[in-house]
C-alpha cells in the first residue's frame, strides 16, 4: 500500500516500534518523523538509530508544525504528548497546549490539506476511578489526572470537526503501555516491576495491590495502529473513538507483581497492604475492537512481554537499583533538561547561558 505518514512525536518510547512495524507490513509507505528531541538521547540497546528506517525526520515543536508537511501527507498518526500523570502534574498548562491544543490544530489543518487518515493515540486512563464492570467506549469519563483530561479534550475536539468524504479520525483509547522498545520507559508499571526485580530481586507495590489496568504490548500498539490508518469510514464511523486492548489484559495491580516474580524466582513482592486505595482502577471492554479489527488483536502475552523485557535488559547489562532517577523515567530527562538550561518552563528549546 502507497502512502505518506506524517508521525509526531516518534522519537519517544512508542515511535520506534511503530516504525518497524509499518516498515514491514507497508514497505512503500513512506514514513515521515516529526519530533522536538526531548528524548531522543535515551536510547536502550539500540543497535542502530531508530529513525534510519524512516524516510524523512523533522524536528520541531507539535506546538507549530508547518502547514508544508501536512500538504505532502495522506495520513497522520498523533504519539506526541507529555505522556504520564508526573509529567502532566508538573508541567500541567503544557500538557494542554501539546495533547490537546496542538492536535485538534493540527487535525483540522490536515484535513483542510486533504489528509485522509488521523491516528489519535489516546488513553483508558479517560475513565479514571471505574467502579463496577468493564468500561465500553459509551460509558461516563472521570479523568483523574492533567494527562487524561488532555486526552479527553483532544478526542471531544476532534469528534466536532467537519470530516471531508472518505476521511476518518480514529482515537485509540489505548490501554497502558508496556514492552521492549529501543527508546524503554521504566515509568510504566509492568516495566517498572520487570526492572526493579532485575536490579534488586524485590518488587514494591506502593497501593495494595487491588486497582485494575488494563495492559497493551508496544508491538501490539503498533499493529492498533496500523488498522487505524487503513480503517474506512465505514467501519466505525468517520470519527471513532475505540478503546484498543484485549480482554485478556486486565489484570490487577498485584497480579502483574506475582507474574514478574515468577519469571524471576527469587523475586521478593512487598505490597502496601494499609495504603489508601488509588483511585486509578479501571477495567476496559475491548469487544469493539476485537469486532472492527478482528486481523489487528493483540497477539503478546503477558508472559512472553515479561520474558523480552527480561531479556533485553539483560542484553543492556541492567544492573541499576537506582533506575527511578534515570533517563528512563521521563521526567527525569525533562529535569535534566530544565537544569541544564536548555529548556524553559514552557518546554521549549533554549541555549543555556553560558
Same mark, same amino acid.
Given at each position: ?12 518510547y512508542i515511535g520506534p516500534v511503530l516504525i518497524r512495524h509499518l516498515r514491514q507490513v507497508l514497505p512503500k509507505a513512506r514514513l515521515i518523523g516529526f519530533d522536538n528531541g526531548y528524548f531522543a538521547h535515551c536510547l536502550t540497546g539500540a543497535t542502530r538509530l531508530p529513525e534510519c528506517r524512516l524516510d524523512e525526520q523533522h524536528f ?9 508537511? !501536512?500538504?505532502? =501527507?495522506?495520513?497522520?498518526? #498523533? ?28 487535525? *483540522? ?51 466536532? !470537526? ?21 527508546? !524503554?520507559?521504566?515509568?510504566? +508499571? ?27 504490548? +508496544? ?33 490487577? =495491580?498485584?497480579?502483574?507483581?506475582? #507474574? ?14 494499609? *495504603? ?7 477495567? +476496559? ?7 472492527? *479489527? ?7 502475552? !503477558?508472559?512472553?512481554?515479561? *520474558? ?47
Amino acid at each position: 500500500m502507497t502512502m505518506n505518514i506524517l508521525i509526531t512525536g516518534n522519537m519517544g518510547y512508542i515511535g520506534p516500534v511503530l516504525i518497524r512495524h509499518l516498515r514491514q507490513v507497508l514497505p512503500k509507505a513512506r514514513l515521515i518523523g516529526f519530533d522536538n528531541g526531548y528524548f531522543a538521547h535515551c536510547l536502550t540497546g539500540a543497535t542502530r538509530l531508530p529513525e534510519c528506517r524512516l524516510d524523512e525526520q523533522h524536528f520541531g515543536d507539535v506546538r507549530a508544525l508547518p502547514d508544508e508537511l !501536512l500538504q505532502r =501527507v495522506d495520513a497522520v498518526v #498523533a504519539l506526541a504528548a507529555i505522556s504520564n500523570d508526573p509529567m502532566g502534574q508538573r508541567f500541567e498548562a503544557v500538557t494542554a497546549e501539546i495533547n490537546d491544543l496542538a492536535h485538534r490544530d493540527i487535525a *483540522a489543518r490536515a484535513l483542510q490539506a486533504g489528509v485522509k487518515r488521523i491516528v489519535y493515540a489516546s488513553s483508558c486512563s479517560l475513565y479514571g476511578f471505574a467502579e463496577g464492570g468493564p468500561r465500553r467506549e459509551g460509558d461516563a469519563l472521570a479523568p483523574l489526572t492533567a494527562y487524561a483530561r488532555s486526552k479527553q479534550a483532544c478526542e471531544a475536539a476532534l469528534a466536532d !470537526l467537519p470530516l471531508p468524504a472518505g476521511a476518518s479520525i480514529t482515537a485509540l483509547r489505548f490501554a497502558t503501555a508496556c514492552g521492549m522498545s529501543e527508546r !524503554l520507559r521504566l515509568d510504566l +508499571v509492568l516495566n517498572d516491576f520487570v526492572a526493579a526485580a532485575l536490579a534488586s530481586g524485590e518488587i514494591t507495590v506502593l497501593s495494595d495491590g487491588s486497582p485494575w489496568r488494563p495492559l497493551i504490548e +508496544v508491538r501490539d500498539m503498533a499493529r492498533a495502529i496500523e488498522w487505524a490508518l487503513q480503517r474506512q469510514p465505514d467501519q466505525g464511523g468517520g470519527y471513532l473513538a475505540i478503546n484498543a486492548g484485549s480482554q485478556r489484559w486486565n489484570y490487577q =495491580v498485584r497480579d502483574l507483581a506475582q #507474574a514478574v516474580a515468577r519469571a524471576l524466582p527469587g523475586t521478593r513482592v512487598s505490597i502496601n497492604t494499609s *495504603a489508601p486505595p488509588d483511585k486509578r482502577s479501571y477495567r +476496559v471492554d475491548f469487544s469493539l475492537f476485537e469486532q472492527l *479489527a478482528p486481523q489487528h488483536q493483540p497477539r503478546i502475552e !503477558l508472559d512472553q512481554a515479561i *520474558a523480552d523485557l527480561v531479556a533485553g535488559l539483560r542484553r543492556m547489562g541492567f544492573a541499576d537499583q537506582a533506575f527511578r532517577s534515570s533517563t528512563a523515567m521521563r521526567l527525569k530527562v525533562l529535569e535534566q533538561h530544565l537544569a541544564q538550561g536548555t529548556l524553559d518552563e514552557h518546554l521549549h528549546w533554549q541555549e543555556p547561558q553560558s
